[in-house]
C-alpha cells in the first residue's frame, strides 16, 4: 500500500477485555515498530520487529503486552486485560531497512479507550 | 533521558518564516538531527534530517551549528496547515538504538492568520 495502515482507528473497550490492534506495513519495509502515544506526551517505543522476529521488546510496559508479525508483514499489537491506564493511542511504523539515516513511516494510529 | 530541549510553544504568522530551534549539547559524532512533526490526530510525520551540513528539502530547512550543538528547522512560509507539534530528535547512525526515534515533548507550533 501506499502508507502504513492501522486498524481499528477507534477501539473503545471494557476493564479486564482482550484487545487486538492491526498494522499493515509498507510494502517491502523490513522493519516494524509500535510506540504508544498517551495524551500530551511524544510517542513512547514498545517494540520493533525486524522480519519476522522481536528486536527489541523492552518498551512493552508488561506481560500483559505481546505483539507479533508471523509472516514478516502485517504485525498485531495483542493486550490482555486492559485497564484504564492502557487508554492511548497506538502507533505503528515502518522503514526499509534500521540504520540511524534512514525514515520512519508512521500510521494515522489506533486510538484505544478503556472503560 | 531527553536528548534535545525544545520550547513548548511558538506562534507564527501565517506566510512567514516559522525558526524552530533545538538543542542538543550532548550530541555524538554518529548521530542525526531528525524532525517529525505531527498534526492533530495524525501519526508523526518525517520532516528532514542531517549530520553536519545545512538540507533543504521541498518542506523545510534544517541549519546545525558548526558545533552541532543546536540546530533549527526553517519553514519558509508558514500556512495554518502547518499547525502541527514539532519533534526534534537526535539518533545514531548505527548501534544501540539506531533503530527507533526517541521523541520528547515537541514544540507546539501554531500559525496564526
Known amino acids: 500500500g501506499a502508507g502504513v495502515s492501522q486498524t481499528p482507528s477507534n477501539k473503545v473497550t471494557e476493564k479486564g477485555k482482550y484487545v487486538e490492534l492491526r498494522c499493515d506495513p509498507i510494502?517491502?519495509?523490513?522493519?516494524l515498530y509500535w510506540y504508544r502515544q498517551s495524551l500530551g506526551q511524544g510517542p513512547e517505543f514498545l517494540i520493533y520487529?525486524?522480519?519476522?522476529?522481536?528486536?527489541?521488546d523492552s518498551g512493552l510496559p508488561n506481560d500483559r503486552f505481546f505483539a507479533v508479525r508471523p509472516e514478516g508483514s502485517v504485525s498485531t499489537l495483542k493486550i490482555q486485560r486492559t485497564e484504564r491506564g492502557d487508554s492511548a493511542v497506538y502507533l505503528c511504523?515502518?522503514?526499509?531497512?534500521?540504520?540511524?539515516?534512514?525514515?520512519?513511516?508512521f500510521g494515522a494510529g489506533s486510538r484505544l479507550t478503556v472503560l | 533521558d531527553a536528548k534535545t530541549t525544545q520550547p513548548p510553544s511558538m506562534d507564527c504568522a501565517e506566510g512567514r518564516a516559522a525558526n524552530l530551534p533545538c538543542n542538543h549539547s550532548?550530541?555524538?559524532?554518529?548521530?542525526?538531527v531528525y524532525w517529525y512533526r505531527q498534526i492533530h490526530s495524525q501519526g508523526p510525520q518525517y520532516i528532514i534530517h542531517?549530520?553536519?551540513n545545512n538540507e533543504t528539502n521541498e518542506m523545510a530547512s534544517l541549519i546545525i551549528t558548526e558545533d552541532r550543538k543546536s540546530s533549527t528547522l526553517i519553514l519558509p512560509h508558514a500556512t495554518l496547515r502547518d499547525t502541527a507539534v514539532y519533534y526534534c530528535?537526535?539518533?545514531?547512525?548505527?548501534?544501540?538504538?539506531?533503530?527507533?526515534?526517541?521523541f520528547g515533548k515537541g514544540t507546539k507550533l501554531s500559525v496564526i492568520p
Open positions: 542531517g549530520l553536519k
Open positions: 530528535i537526535v539518533r545514531p547512525y548505527s548501534g544501540a538504538g539506531s533503530y527507533q526515534l526517541t
Open positions: 520487529f525486524q522480519g519476522t522476529g522481536a528486536a527489541d
Open positions: 510494502s517491502g519495509h523490513t522493519a
Open positions: 550532548t550530541i555524538s559524532g554518529n548521530e542525526y
Open positions: 511504523a515502518s522503514s526499509y531497512e534500521t540504520s540511524g539515516a534512514n525514515v520512519l513511516t
